[in-house]
Nanobody
Framework: QVQLVESGGGLVQAGGSLRLSCAASGSIFRINFMGWYRQAPGKQRELVARITSGGSTNYADSVKGRFTISRDNAKNTLYLQMNSLKPEDTADYYC???????????????WGKGTLVTVSS
């Protein structure tokens, strides 16, 4: 199994910045792509940004130019730098990883429990 623990959420004013982290632990054999998703009240969960093991990234149009995803493969840690935050960025942010664990026949998706980001106007 793989455990994902997010941190770094909180309350920030519009225009401010936050940095989210996601630490992966467990009997990890490999981590393929990792990503951040978010879910606002009453809305579906949506992809914010994703990064491959090689560092290729893609972003939701709504966050391009404001958010930056990165990862430290040696530490199995994912980051999301969020700048110029807007009230519409308010949501629970979830870490996702597609990973293989020792002894498992195939890779799987894993999810963290989420961290709340609230942006006040």
């Amino acid at each position: 199994q793989v455990q994902l623990v997010e941190s770094g959420g909180g309350l920030v004013q519009a225009g401010g910045s936050l940095r989210l982290s996601c630490a992966a632990s467990g009997s990890i054999f490999r981590i393929n792509f990792m990503g951040w998703y978010r879910q606002a009240p009453g809305k579906q969960r949506e992809l914010v940004a994703r990064i491959t093991s090689g560092g290729s990234t893609n972003y939701a149009d709504s966050v391009k130019g404001r958010f930056t995803i990165s990862r430290d493969n040696a530490k199995n840690t994912l980051y999301l730098q969020m700048n110029s935050l807007k009230p519409e960025d308010t949501a629970d942010y979830y870490c996702n990883a597609n990973a293989g664990v020792l002894g498992a026949p195939y890779d799987m998706d894993y999810w963290g429990k989420g961290t709340l980001v609230t942006v006040s106007s």
